[in-house]
């Protein structure tokens, strides 16, 4: 599997970063920072949203796919690797970029974390106020 061919893709959302790469002709195993990719995304509906690219493509047990992700927490990282899968199914064959598209996987949501501000207690959080 080192040295047949494969399709990469790097997905972002928050702060989290996702490289995925997809290797046709394999048996379905998918790893996520060398462990399974069950056992890294065991919350409930996590992995059916990782593997939506794939169940479009129609090839989630025709390949294997492994990802390395990093940064922000688990929706992040969700989304992050959802994203990098739509961008390597997209190099695999190009005839998805429609249905991709409509489903809205190719897109990389912009939201980021906002600064603090001075004088509040979070970005847009201010103290309370006291009148005495």
């Known amino acids: 599997m080192a040295d047949s061919q494969y399709y990469e893709g790097v997905g972002r959302r928050k702060s989290s970063t996702a490289r995925a790469r997809i290797f046709p002709g394999g048996s379905g195993t998918i790893t996520v920072n060398d462990r399974p990719a069950n ?3 065991d919350r409930l509906g996590d992995l059916t949203e990782i593997l939506r690219p794939l169940e479009i493509a129609g ?5 294997d796919v492994t990802v390395k992700v990093n940064g922000g927490g688990v929706t992040g990282q969700t989304h992050a690797v959802r994203h990098a899968l739509s961008r390597a199914v997209l190099k695999w064959d ?3 970029r429609s249905q991709l598209r409509t489903e809205g996987l190719l897109t990389r949501d912009p939201r980021e974390k906002e600064r603090k501000k001075p004088g509040l207690k979070r970005a847009r959080k201010a103290p309370t106020y006291t009148k005495r």
């Open 94 to 96: 190009e005839n998805y």
């Open 39 to 41: 056992e890294y995304f």
């Open 59 to 63: 090839g989630a047990n025709a390949v």
